[in-house]
């Protein structure tokens, strides 16, 4: 079965940090380009970060500085390191795979940041 399985995701305190973990099985990581989405209530599904198979990232002008993207293909996994958390990163996270013909998302992890 192909799958991603989102984990780590949680209640923290504003200046907190939390790292997210997106574990693949049915197929290998490394031809994929990955990238992390989040989507806060009532808002739409927004872009956090993204890292290709060469390595390469970019992240949203909101989490540059404080999140980290990276992939250990050798783990099939991602990962999303966030630092310095804040009320406004609340949200369900997402990862996906994607690749030139073929895409898929992970179901989600909640990430609450509130004192």
């Known amino acids: 079965q192909v799958q991603l399985v989102e984990s780590g995701g949680g209640l923290v305190q504003p200046g907190g940090s939390l790292r997210l973990s997106c574990a693949a099985s049915g197929i290998m990581l490394r031809i994929y380009d990955m990238a992390w989405y989040r989507q806060a209530p009532g808002k739409q599904r927004e872009l956090v970060a993204r890292i290709d198979t060469s390595g390469r990232t970019n992240y949203a002008d909101s989490v540059k500085g404080r999140f980290t993207i990276s992939r250990d293909n050798a783990k099939n996994t991602a990962y999303l390191q966030m630092n310095s958390l804040k009320p406004e990163d609340t949200a369900i996270y997402y990862c996906?795979?994607?690749?030139?013909?073929?895409?898929?998302w992970g179901q989600g992890t909640q990430v609450t940041v509130s004192s």
């Open positions: 996906k795979a994607a690749g030139t013909f073929f895409s898929i």
